[in-house]
């Protein structure tokens, strides 16, 4: 899984993603595509505590490492719980 920040989340009067700024970020996209990233998502999240939402782009190696993104969060605390080890402090 490889996460990046692509900056302000965009706006339907922004230029095309292969033209003007939004160029260096479709460049990027094509550039994980070349090195084996077979799915990306963007994901934009408006409560990071900055003064506009950010936009994320969440790629992922293969279809099954993706299986996870669609997870329901209680399957994925339930597997986070599974996964933590017991202290002998408790």
Known sequence: VF??????????????????PARDKANMMEALENVGFESMHIYDEGHSRFHAPRSYLVSFKD????????????????????RLYRTISG
């Open 3 to 20: 996460v990046v920040q692509l900056g302000e989340y965009g706006t339907i009067n922004d230029p095309a993603e292969d033209m003007g």
């Open 63 to 82: 279809y099954k490492s993706r299986a996870s993104w669609y997870k329901a969060s209680a399957e994925i605390e339930i597997e986070l719980h599974e």
